[in-house]
């Protein structure tokens, strides 16, 4: 099992960037699917991005896509989330969480799917 420790939350004022850090300790990265989630107030927990630690596509939500990165420190085991052009709606607590991969996509961008979970960081975007 994983652990897994968030980092870079804060607050922006609209339109500005902020990197998220997950730092991944305790097991073998390599067999996990890694994603980060976010929960607004009163709101659902929902899927932003993920990716297999190693390689292949990283999946993404629609209102991610454009504006959000994923990237991977493989020495320090650190997963990236580098968000742009930030909108107050962009207001939320932000989770890393880890699967062990078994190759199959379905279903990874449901809360209900993984694992492992950090304690999450808040972000906060001004208007």
């Known amino acids: 099992q994983v652990t897994l420790v968030e980092s870079g939350g804060g607050l922006v004022q609209a339109g500005g960037s902020l990197s998220l850090s997950c730092v991944i300790s305790?097991?073998?990265?390599?067999?996990?699917?890694i994603a980060w989630f976010r929960q607004a107030l009163g709101k659902e927990r929902e899927f932003v991005a993920g990716?297999?630690?190693?390689?292949?596509?990283?999946q993404w939500a629609d209102f991610a896509k454009d504006r959000f990165a994923i990237s991977r420190d493989f020495v320090k085991k650190t997963f990236f989330l580098q968000m742009y052009s930030l909108k107050p709606e962009a207001t939320a607590v932000y989770y890393c969480?880890?699967?062990?991969?078994?190759?199959?996509?379905?279903?990874?961008?449901?809360?209900?799917?993984?694992?492992?979970w950090g304690q999450g960081t808040q972000v906060t975007v001004s208007s």
């Open positions: 305790g097991g073998t990265v390599s067999y996990y699917y």
């Open positions: 990716a297999w630690w190693t390689t292949g596509p990283t």
């Open positions: 969480a880890a699967v062990r991969f078994a190759g199959d996509y379905s279903g990874l961008d449901s809360s209900r799917t993984y694992t492992n």
